[in-house]
């Protein structure tokens, strides 16, 4: 089982560009997340999702949008990129009380 | 969700003990205590979790007193790659949830 993945690794934009970090999981759990990570800073949540169809924001959801079609996939779609969004994204998925990271993309935004 | 507040840092030798004491003065009857160990460039991982008294498996164990306001993660015989950050969280299941990390206790190991 290949558990959390996340595309792409690394990701470079210029201000006001659009993206979309992928998250997949094939541990068919109904709970994940996206959280961000500053240098020296504890991950803060974005968005996270109970279900397929089901979202809801978390502590820092503002130029940040996330659907979830199916099970399997959490995609978040950056809207218009900011220097500000300068971070590491985690995608994270839940099993009752323990969740699960992926490896993180680290983004860049000129 | 409840608080919490680590220290920002500890340093320790190889083969020593290891405790890292979080304080959630606002835990709630239905909150669990979690701990979390990051690696640079990595996510974090699970460590242990517990609602009260000790808890103890492979890689550490677990202390909450009875009024649960704090708890002590507690590493055996550390070594150079526990050198890690370490989180805890108070965590709430509801159906859904909202986890909060707080800037977490950067170990450092020394050999």
């Known amino acids: 089982n290949a558990g959390v993945t996340q595309t792409p690794k690394f990701q470079v934009l210029k201000t006001g560009q659009s993206m979309t970090l992928q998250c997949a999981q094939d541990m068919n759990h109904e709970y994940m997340s996206w959280y961000r990570q500053d240098p020296g800073m504890g991950l803060r949540l974005i968005h996270y999702?109970?279900?397929?169809?089901?979202?809801d924001q978390g502590e820092v959801p503002n130029g940040y949008n996330v659907s979830r079609s199916t099970t399997e996939d959490f995609p978040l779609r950056l809207l218009s990129a900011a220097p500000s969004q300068t971070s590491v994204y985690f995608c994270?998925?839940?099993?009752?009380?323990?969740?699960?990271f992926g490896p993180g993309t680290r983004l860049t935004v000129t | 969700l409840a608080k919490t507040t680590q220290p920002i840092s500890m340093d320790s030798y190889e083969g020593q003990e290891v405790n890292i004491t979080c304080s959630h003065n606002?835990?709630?009857?239905?909150?669990?205590i979690t701990w979390y160990q990051q690696f640079p460039s990595q996510g974090p991982r699970f460590i242990i979790q517990g609602y009260k008294t000790k808890v103890t498996n492979e890689v550490a164990s677990l202390f909450i007193p009875a009024d649960r306001k704090s708890s002590t993660l507690s590493l055996p015989r550390v070594s150079l790659s526990d050198t890690a950050v370490y989180y805890c969280l108070v965590v709430r299941y509801t159906g859904g949830f909202k986890t909060i990390f707080g800037a977490g206790t950067r170990l450092f190991v020394k050999a």
């Open positions: 999702s109970v279900g397929a169809g089901i979202t």
């Open positions: 606002n835990i709630a009857t239905n909150d669990y």
């Open positions: 994270a998925t839940q099993d009752t009380y323990e969740q699960y």
